[in-house]
């Protein structure tokens, strides 16, 4: 790689510039969970749906019961009982109560209920020691949501709370963007996956596993489809095989200066993807660009594990971002005190594992660096929660220094 390395920010420009949320699909609630939303949802209907008790009891009439206490109970019958979802007397007469559930609709001439901890639970006849205010336990029609009320704005980011409302109201659908179908291909004949038996020269396949967590935490769809080995015609059939329905295509390893880089030479016969270096450590060799008749993006990333997870951190996370209309990640997301020093490499920004820590007042935050810089070292990787960043201009941090981190094991929709 003799040609000019690109800056992080460059080459995510670049990954970033052509890219558009895209069309937007109906789907069941569930799978809404952290989707953009886009429309403007307004209530078909009214929460309360009917005014109804909010306690186990009696429904009465409050002017039957409005003196009633301790020294000077009421006795009133008992006409019938009302559950919730359950069919019971739909309205009462002057002097008489009905037994009434916490959610059932109240009946007419009723305009208070009386909690049964107030009563001897009578059945047929209840004796009554306390007087309801006027309409207590009642919850009314609307007092909640209206019908046509405005509930979730187009472009909200859904969660569980939007859901269950979504649910409330009866919707069984609703309009988001779609999570991006990605599917990872790890390439490298020295490659097996976990379970089978290695030979002398050969190692597990973590990368497609690391890639695919990755992209579901990310909140798109991960069709991890294992290993390839280093043969440029394997590579690409299997390449365009899985073309079919993906919207994102990411491959680890093959991308370097080696013999048998595989990813970069089978796909620079196509002409759509770029090669070159991105000044960082982990993670400089990348590739960028589009492949088949639909112009899927492809990301290759470099096989070593600690570049690709990094790298698909950097740029293929606000990539998918980006396809759900989501905003794409803006990183250094903390500033922290360094607890030791630490060395980098000139002219490239340094990514480093650490352990970040907040005390109890969350006031101050600290990160300690977990290991070394080797691209290799997925144990230190597993132990770390955040990625110390040196900037291009620094070879040297000392102790104490404060420092930008990258917080890492972000959900879907945090950024
Ligand atoms: N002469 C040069 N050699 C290398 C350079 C360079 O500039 N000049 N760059 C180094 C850097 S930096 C990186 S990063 C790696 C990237 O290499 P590749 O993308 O071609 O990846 P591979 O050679 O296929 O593998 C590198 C390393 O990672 C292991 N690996 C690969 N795939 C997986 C996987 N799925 N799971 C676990 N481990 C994997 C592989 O066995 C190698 O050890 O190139 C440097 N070399
Ligand atoms: O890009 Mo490499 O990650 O420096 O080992």
Redesign the pocket.
Known sequence: MTDALLSVDEFRAKVLADLVPAAPVEVELLDALGLVCVEDVTAPLSLPRFDNSAMDGYAVRREDVVGASEDAPVELPVVGEIGAGRAGPSGIEAGTVTKIMTGAPMPHGADAVVPYEWTDRGAGVVRITQAPAEAQHIRRVGGDVREGDHLISAGTVLGPRHVGLLAAVGRPTVMVRPRPVVVILSTGSELRAPGEELGADSIYDGNSYLLAASVTRAGAVARRVGIVPDDQDAFLAVLHEQLVGADVVVTSGGVSQGDFDVVKAALRTLGTVWFGGVAM?????QGFGVVGERRVPIFTL?G?P??SYISFELFVRPALRTLMGLEPVVEPTTTATLEGAVSSLSGKRQFLRGRYSRDDSGATVTVKPVGGSG?HLVGDLAASNALIVVPEELTEVVDGAQVQVVVLDRGATDG
């Open positions: 450590q982990p993670g400089k060799p470099p070593n600690v570049s691209s």
